[in-house]
Structures are given as structure tokens and as C-alpha cells.
């Protein structure tokens, strides 16, 4: 198991950038990650995954606007998050899981979580 912490989150306004870092507190090179976001009064939703081997998917909300990456030297997974929208308000996840196979779209597939990040994109 590792403990995951996520940083990198903050208020920007439409069109702007930032991007979510998720330092791990060990090596994450078995592990499949991914990123979640949760905005007030929804579910949780998936946002991108990245497998063991760089494999990457994303939901259709963020395809062509947000990049998922891993270091895995670094024990650091990176969301780099272009052309925010206010839709795009939600406190960001990140979540992993030893030996995952492939990427996995729903959060009960994971089982180590950060604490989140909130971001906050105005109009």
C-alpha cells in the first residue's frame, strides 16, 4: 500500500491551465492510478487513468484537454489540465491500486485514495 498526496489544485479562471500532481510514498511502478473528481452533490466520476505500462484513457468531458502522465522514478502521477472549464469544478483524486490490470473507470476498483484537491474554475 501507499499513501497518496495530491497538490497542485486552485481557483483559474475559463481557458486557464494548472496541473495536479499525486506524490506517492513509495514505488508505484505496479500500481494502476488514475484520477477522480467529485463536484458538490454528484457522484464521484472518473476522469483519466493510466495503467502500469502508460497505457492512457479519458472521459469524453476532458478528451483532448487533459493529459495524464506517471513518473514512476519520481513515485509522482501528473494531471496537466488545459482549456478548464467551470464544468470542471470538483475537488481532483487521485487513487491507485497494486497490480491493476489495464485502467479502471469506477472508483470501487481502487482502494488507496489522496485527500484531494480542490479546483475551482470561474467564468
Known amino acids: 500500500q501507499v499513501q497518496l498526496v495530491e497538490s497542485g489544485g486552485g481557483l483559474v479562471q475559463a481557458g486557464e491551465s494548472l496541473r495536479l500532481s499525486c506524490v506517492a510514498s513509495?514505488?508505484?511502478?505496479?500500481?494502476?492510478m488514475g484520477w477522480f473528481r467529485q463536484a458538490p452533490g454528484k457522484e464521484r466520476e472518473f476522469v483519466s487513468g493510466i495503467s502500469r505500462i502508460g497505457n492512457n484513457f479519458y472521459a469524453d468531458s476532458v478528451k483532448g484537454r487533459f493529459t495524464i502522465s506517471r513518473d514512476n522514478a519520481k513515485n509522482t502521477m501528473y494531471l496537466q489540465m488545459n482549456t478548464l472549464k467551470p464544468e470542471d469544478t470538483a475537488v481532483y483524486y487521485c487513487a491507485a491500486r497494486w497490480l491493476l490490470v489495464g485502467i479502471k473507470t469506477s472508483p470501487l476498483e481502487y482502494d488507496q485514495w489522496g485527500q484531494g484537491t480542490q479546483v475551482t474554475v470561474s467564468s
Open positions: 513509495g514505488r508505484i511502478s505496479s500500481y494502476g
